[in-house]
């Protein structure tokens, strides 16, 4: 079971998939960025693009975002998801079964955070994401996104966009964006 590190749902565990279809960020990473973005979170609007469990998105919304759009493709895995907003009673998250780039393709929303948190190997669908929101302006004037990724230079940054800090948390690096 994964914990919620801070806010309403502080220490209140969730549900993981099997360890084969998903791969969870851990406490520490999550502790890392949410701490870092503390101030900015309320009343915030945030995207969580391959949501798996929902810890990025539950984190959100314990820390006072007032709408998290969760994307998840594996049915299965949209039903831990699902199980684990309900056991909590959270009341801003809208889940999608759906391909994140399906969704980034058709959504008219904007977001003030973008979690990118795509399987590790597929740093290709990072990239495509990444050009999505650069050419459909879904992110914020303001706005931030952050990816979790093992391949850091294989993540093409459109023009844009820039990275303006990043983050090594063992092998795992957190990059983060924002507009130019």
Same mark, same amino acid.
């Given at each position: ?59 959100? @919304? ?10 998840? #493709?594996? &049915?299965?895995?949209? +039903? =831990?998801? *699902? /199980? ?59 706005? @931030? ?10 993540? #093409?940054? &459109?023009?844009?966009? +820039? =990275?303006? *800090? /990043? ?14």
């Amino acid at each position: 079971m994964l914990r919620i590190v801070a806010g309403k749902y502080k220490n209140k565990k969730i549900l993981e998939p099997d360890k084969n279809t998903t791969r969870p960020t851990t406490e520490k990473v999550r502790e890392a960025v949410f701490s870092s973005l503390h101030f900015k979170m309320e009343n915030s609007e945030c995207l969580d693009l391959f949501s798996g469990s929902g810890a990025w998105t539950i984190e959100a @919304e314990s820390r006072g975002a007032s709408k998290v759009v969760a994307i998840e #493709k594996n &049915p299965s895995v949209v +039903k =831990i998801l *699902k /199980q684990n907003i309900n056991a909590l009673n959270c009341q801003n998250i809208n889940v999608y079964n759906i391909d994140a780039i399906a969704f980034l393709n058709k959504t008219s929303e904007f977001f003030d955070f973008i979690f990118i948190d795509a399987p590790f190997k597929e740093f290709n669908l990072v990239n495509e994401s990444l050009n999505l929101i650069s050419d459909s302006k879904l992110l914020k004037e303001d706005g @931030e996104i952050i990816i979790e990724t093992d391949m850091a230079k294989e993540i #093409k940054i &459109p023009e844009q966009l +820039k =990275i303006y *800090k /990043q983050k090594k948390h063992g092998r795992i690096e957190l990059l983060y964006v924002c507009w130019k």
